[in-house]
């Protein structure tokens, strides 16, 4: 009986260390990433969606390195969430967190991959936007839960991409 209690408090020991690092770890790349701009606001009379779909938000993290993760503005946390492209930029709806918009003229590509930031699915399983925040190129991964929504949110997302810098162009004649 007191090897058996012996192995559980050291057991127990042993996790709860786990869990201080993990959260001084979380708390270091907070600090590290303090620079990080503020996400752009959600644009008051937002255009009626062009595609959208239910799915999981996987992540956002450094462009090209699917393992640094952004932990500001809790773009970092996986989430359920609903993903709308609009004439504006692209909306995703996060529950438990705050939405993240990406204005059209932000958005620097758009792509199917198999997996990022601990997230790893079938090949071309999950959509990739990248963008700019500020002087930082991010990728925002999104998981559809329907197949066929991944076709019309690409499809959607691709042509906002490639209308956007006209758009910029004209607004600045």
Same mark, same amino acid.
């Given at each position: 009986?007191?090897?058996?209690?012996?192995?559980?408090?050291?057991?127990?020991?042993?996790?709860?260390?786990?869990?201080?690092?993990?959260?001084?770890?979380?708390?270091?790349?907070?600090?590290?990433?303090?620079?990080?701009?503020?996400?752009?606001?959600?644009?008051?009379?937002?255009?009626?969606?062009?595609?959208?779909?239910?799915?999981?938000?996987?992540?956002?993290?450094?462009?090209?390195?699917?393992?640094?993760?952004?932990?500001?503005?809790?773009?970092?946390?996986?989430?359920? #969430?609903?993903?709308?492209?609009?004439?504006?930029? !692209? $909306?995703? %709806?996060?529950?438990? &967190?705050? @939405?993240?918009?990406?204005?059209?003229?932000?958005?620097?590509?758009?792509?199917?991959?198999?997996?990022?930031?601990?997230?790893?699915?079938?090949?071309?399983?999950?959509?990739?936007?990248?963008?700019?925040?500020?002087?930082?190129?991010?990728?925002?991964?999104?998981?559809?839960?329907? #197949?066929?929504?991944?076709?019309?949110?690409?499809? !959607? $997302?691709? %042509?906002?991409?490639? &209308?956007? @810098?006209?758009?910029?162009?004209?607004?600045?004649?």
């Amino acid at each position: 009986m007191d090897r058996l209690l012996v192995l559980g408090i050291a057991t127990a020991v042993l996790l709860v260390a786990a869990f201080v690092l993990l959260a001084l770890g979380w708390r270091n790349r907070l600090r590290r990433q303090a620079d990080v701009e503020p996400l752009p606001e959600v644009p008051a009379d937002l255009g009626a969606p062009l595609a959208a779909a239910d799915g999981q938000y996987v992540a956002s993290t450094t462009a090209g390195d699917w393992l640094d993760r952004i932990a500001v503005h809790h773009l970092g946390i996986r989430t359920n #969430a609903g993903l709308s492209v609009h004439p504006e930029g !692209a $909306l995703f %709806e996060r529950a438990g &967190a705050g @939405p993240v918009f990406i204005p059209a003229g932000r958005l620097t590509g758009v792509r199917l991959e198999s997996g990022m930031a601990g997230k790893f699915v079938e090949k071309d399983g999950l959509l990739v936007l990248s963008w700019m925040l500020g002087s930082r190129e991010l990728d925002t991964g999104f998981r559809t839960r329907h #197949a066929d929504d991944k076709t019309t949110l690409l499809n !959607a $997302l691709q %042509e906002l991409i490639s &209308a956007a @810098p006209q758009a910029n162009a004209d607004s600045g004649k």
